[in-house]
């Protein structure tokens, strides 16, 4: 729906042709490419645009892309969400907290807390530590999210006095990402 309205077009349209209704499905080189620019145009004719409108399933009103540059919605880029926000995130998310756990010393107690935890309904229990775990899988990731916050507090809940304020600040920066992991 969002791509509906920057696009400024109706429901089971094509975004990049123009393709009359009944005749979605046909070969695509034989339609011509959308032209916003056009029906930026177009817009202020009121007797053409409104037919022109209606037969090409348009509905374009005012966005974001429009001012101050008229900007061609289909032709942006669409990143991919897996590969750029649950793994590629995450991995760094992981990362960053096996170095942080080995530059103060506490991976250990983070294994043996990641060993410990116990099995419950839609939990997948690790057969190896954190550390041993050289290529995450779907499944795992899904439970590590589930279960990385928690781990990291118990592991971290002795720390000296100088460890305080980082462990305090580590804290409070994992469940910010992955709660925006969770939710993308």
């Known amino acids: 729906m969002d791509n509906v309205a920057l696009q400024g077009r109706k429901l089971n349209v094509c975004p990049k042709r123009e393709v009359l209704p009944g005749e979605l499905g046909t070969d695509a080189n034989s339609h011509h490419a959308?032209?916003?620019?056009?029906?930026?145009?177009c817009k202020h004719e009121s007797d053409v645009s409104h037919?022109?409108?209606e037969i090409l399933a348009l509905d374009l009103e005012k966005n974001v892309f429009h001012e101050p540059h008229p900007v061609?919605?289909?032709g942006l880029?669409?990143?991919?969400l897996l590969p750029t926000v649950?793994?590629?995130?995450?991995k760094h998310l992981m990362d960053w907290i096996e170095g942080y756990l080995k530059k103060h010393a506490w991976l250990h107690p983070f294994d043996d807390t990641w060993n410990t935890l116990p099995p419950y309904l839609g939990f997948f229990v690790h057969k190896k530590a954190y550390c041993e775990v050289t290529q995450w899988q779907g499944k795992e990731m899904r439970t590590l999210r589930r279960c990385l916050l928690?781990?990291?507090a118990i592991a971290l809940r002795q720390p000296n006095r100088g460890q305080v304020i980082s462990f305090k600040h580590a804290l409070d920066c994992v469940p910010a990402l992955v709660d925006f992991?969770?939710?993308a």
């Open 34 to 41: 959308r032209d916003y620019a056009r029906y930026e145009c």
């Open 51 to 53: 037919t022109l409108f």
């Open 72 to 74: 061609s919605a289909p």
């Open 77 to 80: 880029h669409k990143p991919d």
């Open 86 to 90: 649950y793994l590629g995130l995450f």
């Open 150 to 152: 928690e781990a990291l």
């Open 181 to 183: 992991n969770m939710m």
